[in-house]
């Protein structure tokens, strides 16, 4: 494994979009499940959503479902996480991981991950 970089953190208004970025230059991302992860203040690290490798089944926690899009340009080796009509609920520092390469590493996805490889994660505010 390896640990991934994250950016796109912004401080945006409520009901307001941001894209999150997820990328490396050490493995191929399509070959691997990604996962997208957040951490409010306070609160353990919760997993919000996740793309296979290869068929790019997507998976969403609920209560970001419909709101949250997990996405992968291979050409670029980036995986994104488009948040759309944020709530007052969704301010974390957001993390990706690289997850197993097998297309069922996915639903597991909102089990506790204990790793050495997170990364510096990127910072997403609501503005008052």
Do not use: M
């Not at 796109?8 to 050490?26: F, H, I, K, M, W």
């Not at 297309?103 to 997170?118: E, G, H, I, M, V």
């Amino acid at each position: 494994q390896v640990q991934l970089v994250e950016s796109g953190g912004d401080l945006v208004q409520p009901g307001g979009s941001l894209r999150l970025s997820c990328g490396t230059s050490e493995v191929t991302l399509d070959h691997y499940a990604i996962g997208w992860f957040r951490q409010a203040p306070g609160k353990e690290r919760e997993g919000v959503s996740c793309i296979s490798p290869g068929d790019g089944r997507t998976y969403y926690a609920d209560s970001v479902k419909g709101r949250f899009t997990i996405s992968r340009d291979n050409a670029k080796n980036t995986v994104y996480l488009t948040i759309n009509s944020l709530k007052p609920e969704d301010p974390a520092v957001y993390y990706c991981h690289q997850l197993g390469p097998r297309q069922t590493d996915c639903l597991n996805f909102r089990a506790p991950l204990k790793s050495p490889y997170w990364g510096q994660g990127t910072q997403v505010t609501v503005s008052s």
